[in-house]
């Protein structure tokens, strides 16, 4: 067990190891016992640079430094495979967060920007602090690009939540109950996410998160000291530095199991969303005083490493050095040993690079103006060091230098090369009908009320998604959230985040694709084009080339696909080491961001049916493969194949939505994803529930007979595809635009009935929704 | 000249900007009045305390900002007649601070909105509809009769509560301004979403010029906030909820 | 026969510094001020199993950041006072009530007057809280 504070002062040179006297075994045990992550070779390397034995202080800078988590040293390489540039790319993915260019108003660019991280490990250890401290780090990391946030969105897989699974139930709990506190309490709407439950998450959930920001392309801060910024203060801003997170870069770059777990609550940050809130605001008084005196600064974010990792890397990246006193550090506790202040993942903290003139003034909003002092214990902005010319990067504490290594090396790019072991393709493929023995109207409602399917509301209820008054779609109105983020402006952007688990579990290529087009087609059922991507890969274990061989696949899925669909990924994160410590791995889980852009927000299209006598279009194929369905997973269905997607067809078919989107020829949208078709119709009738009108019923008297993939594939099969309401004096235009596109086939029409009429079937809106509304009541009450 | 109305910010506010904004949309002089700049609020005809989680709602919700510095001059100015308005956390402050429903001494609470009935926030679009005479509060008295006001409750604590003796005496007496209400129109108690005292969900003060509201008017306040039910053509012009602010800067334009 | 046991925070407390520093503010003479979940069980548990099933819920307990204290009266002790919700639902076999201890500048505890004027000025509304003494 560390110990977190000494209490009898030892002399800092003699708190080294003796790397080069020990044998890999002896090494090995030393640096257990220390709790440091890094490997025997790494550990040489070091001690090799340096020349001598490198003190506790620099060993634990490494172990955050070259964690999975800060180098993404099993990853990095595959990274470059990934399309990152673009048209509207502002910003690709080398900084904090990416910016996507949004559009013009008054003369001004503006900028979106765009970042997506996980807190998979914490979440699952202290559910509640984990989830909100996801949420506190992300929004950091806009913030730190000179924007002001505007949204967040929460990409969440739950284990299994059945009665008798009651940590499950707590841990999903504990998440959404984190989420809500830490943003509806800064301040930031709530306005996308997906959620999954899975056995396979059982002891490993996945929290994701995306956060977004507004920013004037001119006025973009960046994550480095700037070009001239030799001898800039490097000053930190928030809460006081105290013990917990200390080991946190490290703690998330390996396997949990359960008694690790207990010991690493420690690791654990604790939110503080009040104190965030005045940072952030005050932040935002900051970014206006550079503006207005036209001063270039560095800004960025405390998160993995601390003090030491954002400082060496603020400084590094803009080519300089730096020189940090912990000494002149504001801490919650007396006598913290320098290895937690340097390295110790306390949250709410910031820093700048800023040049000596402007520094007071900086310290004043913060401290007076703002008077975070007030606001939490010893919270201020405080000086701590400066940028130097010389390529060091050196700490002193109680006026010894404990650290003092070359700054290359400590940022620097580590990498390791891995084996691989390709993915087998799932090769089955199904010539005939599906056979089941179980009746279309049973299977509709197992479908509606499956917890993958049924009505997220008991969730997100829990969430903020209107603060700040800009929201135009929260969620559950449409397939994509949409925001006006700038007043006066009928600019808008659409947020769609997903990634189906169950492809993941067949296919981990074509799960990357799916994530990808699913999140393309979300934004597009709104009516807005989509302009980029994030992504974030949550994986196994690299050190199993069968899991390892997953996120090689994923990656290249996710590469082809985005190429395909002409976008670019700005933003992204590696989450690796998902799995029960018996190492069993989670199923493969790329989870993809898509962003799109509305230049006039009145174009956007909504979910509810509008009218009777409207024409019910279905945009998109139907194939006959249920792989990754929830109807493949209720009927237990095992070799089915995974739908493919023909990029060069869905492109057409988005172009002709938009088309007809910008043209205002769409009552209603709804894309076609978990559960299929009759989950699709359904949703769109409750929408007028939703909308306080009596629902508007669907005869799909055009059903019959269009598709040759089977009754099954067509009423609940996940090919995509997306379902458009059109009114009946707009059907001519709309059918002209369509023009030589065949997978355009018009599959019923609205009536004022409050049913779903098919062939011999006709349901009852009302006992539909039944099934639909609440199976997740008693999770989320 | 135009209206000059103060929107305060205690460490937590977190929905100045939108109420601000929809204060100068409808024709206010609106400006944000920061916790550091108390001593400026004199200047100004009328405060609007915004939504959020002042002091991170420690203690109670709205306990800590109920004794805050800016809440001095806000007392003095309700009790010499100038407009008051809280909504949702500025509601539980008014409450807090002993100004809605303003029955007994300042800053002795005799009533709250608290902890939902469902034990976590909620965020839910609403509709509100005036129960009292159009005289009965100022603020809300330019308001057409019937009018179903589109707003969203996003609350963990908006739960009114009192000593039932009490919440008789806001009934009798016209407090409560507004109650939750369905598309017809009907205020039935059980349509507060939180379980609310007689499904109040605003109170005024017996002079009529505080009114504490819970739920956000100024979430669905211009035509983007919802498409579908679009006033006219220009997304970006004020509509729904809109209708309390015009209300409120038409009162204090009259005085 | 009734037990009580404190969750108390081990991490440090913002709302009870917030709290000191409001009191302060009115004129109350308080330099300390701890704040503890206090949760109140009736029943025939031994204190023990109670405990133990305290710490296993992760929704009132979790070993990172709080220390539970097993309570030797049902009472509030000098200096402390316990705020209950008055429509609190009583029928679960668990009241679970906020309780506040102040100190003076000796680190005794807080004298009765200046603790009623704690009390009625802020930790306290009397409209749907009752103050257990």
Redesign the interface.
């Known amino acids: 067990m560390l110990c977190f504070s000494s209490n009898s002062r030892r002399e800092p040179s003699l708190r080294d190891l003796k790397v080069a006297e020990l044998d890999d075994k002896a090494l090995r045990e030393q640096a257990d016992t220390l709790g440091l992550a890094l490997r025997i070779d790494e550990l040489r390397s070091i001690a090799q640079r340096l020349g001598r034995a490198p003190s506790f202080v620099e060993l634990y800078a490494f172990d955050a430094q070259w964690s999975e988590h800060c180098s993404y040293k099993s990853s990095r390489a595959l990274l470059g495979r990934l399309p990152t540039s673009g048209p509207d790319v502002v910003l690709g993915p080398a900084e904090d967060a990416g910016i996507l260019h949004l559009g013009e108003h008054e003369g001004e660019r503006y900028g979106i920007v765009i970042a997506h991280e996980s807190h998979n490990h914490p979440s699952q250890v202290?559910?509640?602090?984990g989830a909100a401290t996801g949420i506190g780090g992300i929004v950091r990391d806009v913030l730190c690009m000179g924007a002001e946030v505007v949204a967040v969105a929460d990409p969440l897989r739950f284990g299994s939540v059945d009665s008798g699974h009651e940590?499950q139930r707590?841990?999903a709990?504990?998440v959404v109950?984190g989420i809500?506190a830490y943003g509806?309490?800064?301040?930031v709407p709530n306005l996308a996410g997906d959620c999954y439950f899975d056995g396979d998450f059982d002891d490993n959930v996945l929290v994701n998160v995306v956060a977004l920001g507004l920013v004037k392309e001119s006025e973009i801060v960046h994550s480095r000291v700037p070009r001239h910024g030799e001898n800039f203060v490097l000053l930190l801003v928030g809460k006081a530095t105290?013990a917990?997170g200390f080991g946190g870069a490290s703690f998330s770059s390996v396997a949990l199991d359960a008694q690790e777990a207990?010991s690493n609550?420690?690791a654990?940050q604790?939110p503080?969303?009040?104190l965030k809130?005045?940072i952030m605001?005050a932040s935002y008084r900051v970014f206006s005083l550079l503006r207005e005196r036209g001063i270039e600064a560095g800004f960025k974010d405390l998160g993995a490493g601390g003090i030491m990792g954002c400082s060496a890397e603020l400084c590094s990246a803009g080519g300089f050095g730096a020189e940090v006193d912990l000494d002149s550090v504001n801490v919650?506790l007396d006598r913290l040993l320098p290895e937690v202040i340097a390295v110790g993942e306390t949250q709410e903290r910031l820093l700048w690079a800023l040049p000596e003139e402007i520094v007071e003034e900086v310290e004043r909003i913060y401290n007076?103006?703002?008077?975070l002092p007030?606001?939490?214990?010893n919270a201020r902005a405080v000086r701590i060091g400066r940028a130097t010319a010389a390529q060091r990067y050196q700490l002193r504490h109680l006026g010894e230098i404990v650290m003092d290594v070359p700054i290359d090396f400590l940022t620097g790019s580590v990498r390791d090369t891995l084996p691989v072991e390709e993915p087998k393709a799932p090769s089955m493929r199904r010539e005939q009908d599906l056979l089941c023995d179980r009746t279309l109207d049973d299977l509709f409602h197992a479908i509606l009320a499956h917890r993958d399917v049924c009505s997220r509301a008991p969730l997100?209820?829990?969430?903020?998604?209107?603060?700040?008054?800009?929201?135009?779609?929260p969620r559950g109105e449409a397939d994509a959230g949409v925001m006006?983020p700038i007043?006066?402006?009928?600019l808008?952007f659409a947020l769609s985040v997903d990634g189906n688990p169950r492809i993941g579990r067949l296919d981990p290529q074509r799960a990357a694709e799916h994530a990808v087009y699913e999140s393309i087609r979300n934004v597009v059922a709104v009516g807005a084009e989509p302009i980029g991507l994030t992504d974030c890969l949550n994986y196994g274990s690299p050190r199993d080339a069968r899991q390892y061989g997953e996120l090689v696949a994923g990656v290249d899925g996710l590469a082809r696909a985005a190429r395909g669909f002409g976008l670019a990924y700005v933003s992204g994160n590696v989450s690796l080491y998902n799995g029960a410590p018996s190492g069993h791995a989670i199923p493969a889980s790329p989870i993809v961001a898509c962003l799109g852009r509305l230049t006039?927000?009145?174009r956007?299209v909504?979910l509810?049916l509008?009218e009777v006598g409207s024409h019910l279009y279905l945009v998109g194929e139907t194939q006959r493969a249920l792989g990754g369905s929830v109807l493949a997973s209720i009927l237990a269905l095992a070799d089915e194949t995974v739908p493919e997607i023909d990029i060069d067809r869905i492109v057409a078919e988005h172009r002709f939505v938009l088309a007809a989107a910008s043209e205002g020829l769409l009552r209603s949208a709804h894309d076609i994803s978990g559960g299929g078709l009759f989950v699709t119709l359904a949703e769109m009738s409750f929408g007028c529930l939703a909308?306080?009108r009596a629902p508007i019923g669907i005869d799909l008297d055009g059903f019959a007979g269009w598709s040759a993939a089977g009754a099954f594939e067509s009423a609940f099969g996940e090919s995509g595809g997306i379902v458009v309401e059109v009114a009946d004096r707009d059907i001519e235009r709309f059918e002209e635009l369509a023009g030589a596109l065949e997978s355009v086939r018009e599959i019923g029409t609205t009536i004022a009935e409050p049913l779903l009429a098919f062939e011999d079937e006709a349901w009852e809106i009302a006992d539909l929704h039944r099934s639909w509304s609440r199976p997740l009541e008693e999770l989320f009450? | 000249m135009k209206a000059r109305v103060a929107v305060l910010?205690f460490?937590?506010t977190?929905?100045e900007?939108?109420?601000r904004?929809?204060l100068v949309d409808c024709g206010a002089d609106a400006r944000i009045v920061?916790?550091?700049e108390a001593a400026s609020l004199a200047y100004y005809d009328a405060f609007v305390l915004p939504?959020?989680?002042a002091?991170?709602d420690r203690i109670r919700a709205g306990a800590i900002a109920a004794h805050d510095a800016m809440l001095d001059a806000v007392i003095e100015g309700a009790q010499a007649g100038k407009f008051v308005m809280g909504i949702c956390n500025g509601a539980q402050i008014l409450l807090e601070a002993g100004l809605a429903p303003g029955t007994g001494e300042i800053r002795r609470p005799t009533a709250a909105f608290t902890h939902n009935a469902?034990?976590?926030?909620?965020?839910?679009r609403v509709?509100l509809r005036r129960t009292v005479a159009a005289t009965r509060c100022a603020i809300a008295a330019a308001l057409p009769e019937h009018l179903l006001i589109p707003a969203?409750a996003?609350h963990a604590q908006g739960r009114l509560a009192a000593a039932p003796a009490h919440l008789d005496e806001l009934e009798r007496d016209g407090f409560i301004v507004f109650r939750y209400a369905?598309?017809a129109g009907a205020t039935d108690a059980h349509l507060a979403p939180q379980g609310s005292a007689h499904g109040a969900a605003a109170l005024t003060n017996r002079e009529g010029n505080v009114l504490a509201i819970m739920p956000?008017p100024?979430?669905?306040?211009?035509?983007?906030?919802h498409?579908?039910r679009?006033e006219g053509?220009d997304?970006?012009a004020p509509s729904g909820g809109s209708v309390l602010f015009k209300s409120f800067v038409t009162a204090l334009e009259r005085m | 026969m009734e037990r009580a046991f404190a969750v108390e925070l081990k991490?440090?407390d913002?709302e009870a510094?917030t709290a000191m520093?409001a009191l302060q503010r009115l004129g109350v003479a308080v330099a300390r001020v701890q704040r503890a979940d206090i949760l109140i069980f009736s029943g025939d548990e031994s204190d023990e199993r109670l405990g133990a099933s305290i710490e296993r819920d992760?929704?009132l307990f979790?070993?990172?950041?709080h220390r539970l204290e097993s309570l030797s009266a049902v009472h509030p002790r000098a200096g402390e006072v316990w705020i209950e919700a008055i429509d609190a639902p009583r029928s679960i076999p668990m009241r679970r009530l906020v309780g506040w201890r102040l100190y003076d500048h000796a680190g005794k505890p807080l004298g009765s007057d200046d603790l009623d004027a704690a009390c009625a000025r802020l930790l306290c509304n009397s409209a749907i809280e009752r103050a257990i003494r």
């Open positions: 202290v559910p509640f602090e940590h707590a841990v709990r504990g109950d809500a509806n309490a800064i301040g105290d917990s207990q609550k420690g654990v604790v503080d969303p009040f809130n005045v605001r919650a007076e103006e703002f008077s007030q606001v939490a214990q997100y209820r829990h969430y903020d998604a209107v603060v700040r008054g800009r929201t135009v779609i006006a007043r006066g402006s009928r808008a006039d927000l009145s956007c909504t509810p509008k909308d306080r009450p | 910010v460490p937590g977190n929905s900007e939108e109420t904004d929809l920061h916790w550091s939504g959020g989680f002091y991170e469902q034990g976590h926030f909620i965020c839910e509709l969203w996003a369905d598309a956000h100024e979430r669905d306040a211009w035509n983007f906030n498409l579908d679009r053509s997304p970006l | 991490i440090p913002n510094y520093r992760e929704r979790n070993p990172n950041k």
